[in-house]
């Protein structure tokens, strides 16, 4: 019977043993298995982050404030021999490139500069134009053009962006030419809008009931020439 019991104390042991042996084992693997799969999630997640950063973008090319300029034009409805002209100068901006062509860009207008193509005459009305009546420089002294999609249609260079005027932004799309030769990229395109949009109503026909030789043309002409250089 004493070796019986040994023997049946002996299994037990044994029985015991093994069984706290797996659980440690088991509990051993449930705090590693977290540690480890932990570790390894953002590894991966770094790796697809650094590889979609080593995509390399456009060369960007400074804006060359000195040789860019707006030309602007407008008239009275009935009378586009009264035709109004000046200009407006870009602050800061610059144009990106991929492989030849123009993908973006973006361009900053002063609109304290606003002036007349007559610079002599004291009888431009400048400060009329800055005034609330039309683009209200005091509140909004600077307009911007961020281009957002470029693209050829029939061998013709398409370019549209948001332009913000008066703290106002509309998609615009106009034609443009570009050229990227020794450094240098010369865009030069033609936009027409529509000032309404952009709460520019000063004697619109639109909104009010004046007599027809006094209404101001709703359109607005802008040639923008811009030089950029790398």
């Not at 982050?49 to 707006?70: C, F, H, I, L």
Request: aromatic letters at 8%; glycine letters at 8%; charged letters at 25%.
């Amino acid at each position: 019977m004493k070796n019986n019991r040994n023997v049946l104390c002996g299994v037990n042991q044994y029985y015991f043993y093994t069984m706290n042996s797996k659980l440690t084992i088991t509990y051993l693997i449930l705090m590693i298995a977290p540690l480890i799969f932990g570790c390894q999630g953002p590894v991966a997640k770094s790796k697809n982050n650094t590889s979609a950063s080593s995509v390399p973008p456009g060369q960007k090319y400074r804006v060359d404030t000195k040789e860019s300029v707006v030309t602007w034009q407008g008239s009275m409805l009935l009378d586009i021999e009264q035709e109004h002209k000046g200009y407006v100068y870009i602050s800061k901006g610059e144009l990106i490139i991929e492989k030849g062509k123009l993908v973006g860009g973006r361009a900053e207008i002063n609109m304290n500069t606003i002036e007349y193509k007559d610079k002599e005459s004291k009888n431009t009305p400048v400060n009329h134009l800055k005034s609330p009546d039309y683009f209200d420089v005091g509140k909004f002294p600077v307009s911007t053009i961020a281009i957002t999609k470029v693209e050829s249609v029939r061998g013709q260079t398409v370019v549209t962006g948001d332009l913000t005027i008066k703290g106002v932004t509309h998609p615009v799309t106009f034609p443009a030419k570009i050229e990227v030769k020794d450094a240098i990229v010369k865009a030069n395109g033609k936009l027409i809008i529509d000032r309404t949009d952009w709460g520019i109503r000063y004697k619109s026909g639109k909104f009010y009931d004046i007599l027809a030789d006094e209404i101001v043309s709703d359109n607005i002409e802008f040639h923008i020439k811009i030089v950029a250089k790398k």
